[in-house]
């Protein structure tokens, strides 16, 4: 074991020096590695054939020129990206952001996350991630249309209902994944719908894609709080986010008779102690595409605070759904201090991995994103099998299927917690049943 230890290390640093100044991606490849020494230990194969090391190492990377005019005739130039990280259990899958923030490292943890959670979903889909460091806040319609035209007239070439299959993520909703799927039309000439997912209803999308993320984090965190004989209702939630994954977080909660009493956007918190009223929130940010402060306008008793840290609010249960590293040690430590008995993921890598061990250190409850976010390429997946029957099901046949989806990864992640001798830990279950079904693939085909 101390010798696999050290392989692991090594590989690790191998990675780092592979892939400089990209903390996302090391600290995504660390949480992962670290937790696989003792599936290694029980197949040897995995090590002789060199499996994390090719796993690591995404099969291909574009980075590539997006020229755009604004509305003022002014010439814009951002980088695009789509890092195909692995193909072996299904075409690449993976949404795309548009962020300022996003760079090659972004989207390598997020690629390299995807391949994991898109494995756990029992799904055949592989793992990518794209998108551009492009700031859509304070954009037009036009602008954002010819933005994603340019992107697609570059990346069309690398995608394909076979090949490479993007949906959205940060920045890219229904109304961007309509414009680049119009685009890679007139590209291809092809009625090609399973190329993207989480398009419009009216060519080729599936009911319940838009709630799915919420949705199946809420099933998850159902499932995780049973098994300590506990659920939503009558509990305090904070939801961090308010865009589409935190809003059907919030509603699924509510559902669940929950009380979500706070949301977020990057510029600040919401507290209302009466509840988050979801009208509000959708209208602002679905139709009107506003900042979160001015939910007070409608709600003048609840409570702005610009800058503040959501995780300071006392709860029982906290989900969250807003990005990157937003939940640290500090903060874990607050909401353990304020009584928070579980915590599940709906953004990618929302803890730092201090939080994560604060959470595991007090024994709470806690969902990795990688398991608990899953809910929305698994319904990526369901709208791929209705594009390629030519079908389109109800809401409700496709909702239950979710709900099916989301109980079968939680399980699997709980048993093989149990089996690798790590009751409860989630972690080492999803990255363990993640890790297991690719590797054994990548074995089966040969030398890939
Ligand atoms: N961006 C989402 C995720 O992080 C969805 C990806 C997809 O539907 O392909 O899983």
Same mark, same amino acid.
């Given at each position: 074991?101390?010798?696999?230890?050290?392989?692991?290390?090594?590989?690790?640093?191998?990675?780092?020096?592979?892939?400089?100044?990209?903390?996302?991606?090391?600290?995504?490849?660390?949480?992962?590695?670290?937790?696989?020494?003792?599936?290694?230990?029980?197949?040897?194969?995995?090590?002789?054939?060199?499996?994390?090391?090719?796993?690591?190492?995404?099969?291909?990377?574009?980075?590539?020129?997006?020229?755009?005019?604004?509305?003022?005739?002014?010439?814009?130039?951002?980088?695009?990206?789509?890092?195909?990280?692995?193909?072996?259990?299904?075409?690449?899958?993976?949404?795309?952001?548009?962020?300022?923030?996003?760079?090659?490292?972004?989207?390598?943890?997020?690629?390299?996350?995807?391949?994991?959670?898109?494995?756990?979903?029992?799904?055949?889909?592989?793992?990518?991630?794209?998108?551009?460091?492009?700031?859509?806040?304070?954009?037009?319609?036009?602008?954002?249309?010819?933005?994603?035209?340019?992107?697609?007239?570059?990346?069309?070439?690398?995608?394909?209902?076979?090949?490479?299959?993007?949906?959205?993520?940060?920045?890219?909703?229904?109304?961007?994944?309509?414009?680049?799927?119009?685009?890679?039309?007139?590209?291809?000439?092809?009625?090609?719908?399973?190329?993207?997912?989480?398009?419009?209803?009216?060519?080729?999308?599936?009911?319940?894609?838009?709630?799915?993320?919420?949705?199946?984090?809420?099933?998850?965190?159902?499932?995780?709080?049973?098994?300590?004989?506990?659920?939503?209702?009558?509990?305090?939630?904070?939801? @961090?986010?308010? *865009?589409? #994954? +935190?809003?059907?977080?919030? !509603?699924?909660? $509510?559902?669940?008779?929950?009380?979500?009493?706070?949301?977020?956007?990057?510029?600040?918190?919401?507290?209302?102690?009466?509840?988050?009223?979801?009208?509000?929130?959708?209208?602002?940010?679905?139709?009107?595409?506003?900042?979160?402060?001015?939910?007070?306008?409608?709600?003048?008793?609840?409570?702005?605070?610009?800058?503040?840290?959501?995780?300071?609010?006392?709860?029982?249960?906290?989900?969250?759904?807003?990005?990157?590293?937003?939940?640290?040690?500090?903060?874990?430590?607050?909401?353990?201090?304020?009584?928070?008995?579980?915590?599940?993921?709906?953004?990618?890598?929302?803890?730092?991995?201090?939080?994560?061990?604060?959470?595991?250190?007090?024994?709470?409850?806690?969902?990795?994103?990688?398991? @608990?976010?899953? *809910?929305? #390429? +698994?319904?990526?997946?369901? !709208?791929?099998? $209705?594009?390629?029957?030519?079908?389109?099901?109800?809401?409700?046949?496709?909702?239950?299927?979710?709900?099916?989806?989301?109980?079968?990864?939680?399980?699997?992640?709980?048993?093989?917690?149990?089996?690798?001798?790590?009751?409860?830990?989630?972690?080492?279950?999803?990255?363990?049943?993640?890790?297991?079904?690719?590797?054994?693939?990548?074995?089966?085909?040969?030398?890939?």
């Amino acid at each position: 074991m101390s010798n696999l230890k050290g392989r692991i290390q090594e590989i690790y640093d191998q990675v780092v020096r592979r892939n400089p100044g990209e903390p996302e991606f090391h600290q995504a490849v660390k949480e992962v590695i670290e937790t696989l020494g003792t599936v290694l230990e029980k197949h040897p194969e995995y090590v002789e054939q060199k499996i994390i090391e090719r796993i690591c190492e995404p099969e291909r990377q574009i980075i590539f020129r997006v020229p755009w005019i604004d509305d003022k005739g002014e010439i814009h130039i951002n980088r695009g990206f789509r890092v195909q990280f692995n193909s072996a259990i299904g075409p690449y899958k993976g949404g795309c952001r548009f962020h300022p923030s996003v760079y090659l490292g972004i989207i390598k943890f997020l690629g390299f996350e995807q391949l994991f959670k898109n494995s756990l979903t029992g799904l055949p889909i592989g793992g990518a991630k794209g998108g551009s460091d492009f700031d859509p806040k304070g954009r037009s319609n036009n602008e954002i249309m010819r933005f994603c035209q340019s992107f697609m007239n570059e990346l069309y070439r690398y995608l394909g209902e076979h090949t490479d299959v993007p949906a959205g993520d940060i920045g890219v909703g229904g109304r961007e994944i309509g414009y680049m799927f119009g685009q890679y039309k007139r590209l291809t000439n092809r009625y090609e719908t399973g190329v993207f997912t989480g398009k419009g209803l009216t060519y080729g999308g599936s009911l319940a894609r838009t709630e799915a993320t919420g949705y199946g984090l809420i099933f998850f965190t159902h499932e995780m709080l049973a098994t300590r004989k506990q659920s939503f209702d009558g509990k305090t939630c904070l939801v @961090s986010g308010s *865009g589409n #994954v +935190a809003i059907y977080t919030m !509603e699924k909660v $509510q559902k669940f008779g929950g009380k979500v009493v706070a949301c977020s956007d990057s510029n600040g918190v919401i507290y209302d102690k009466k509840g988050i009223d979801l009208v509000t929130v959708k209208r602002l940010k679905e139709v009107e595409r506003r900042r979160i402060r001015d939910y007070c306008e409608v709600h003048p008793d609840a409570e702005y605070r610009e800058k503040g840290v959501i995780w300071e609010i006392p709860c029982d249960i906290a989900l969250p759904c807003a990005t990157q590293n937003e939940l640290n040690g500090e903060s874990a430590a607050k909401l353990i201090k304020n009584g928070c008995i579980a915590v599940a993921e709906g953004a990618n890598m929302p803890t730092t991995p201090e939080g994560i061990k604060v959470f595991q250190d007090a024994g709470i409850m806690y969902a990795p994103g990688k398991a @608990s976010n899953a *809910g929305g #390429v +698994a319904t990526s997946a369901l !709208e791929m099998q $209705q594009n390629a029957s030519r079908d389109s099901w109800d809401f409700d046949f496709t909702e239950k299927k979710l709900h099916i989806i989301m109980k079968k990864i939680h399980a699997s992640c709980f048993e093989t917690a149990d089996t690798y001798g790590c009751p409860g830990n989630y972690v080492i279950g999803a990255n363990i049943t993640g890790f297991r079904k690719v590797a054994d693939t990548m074995i089966a085909m040969g030398l890939i």
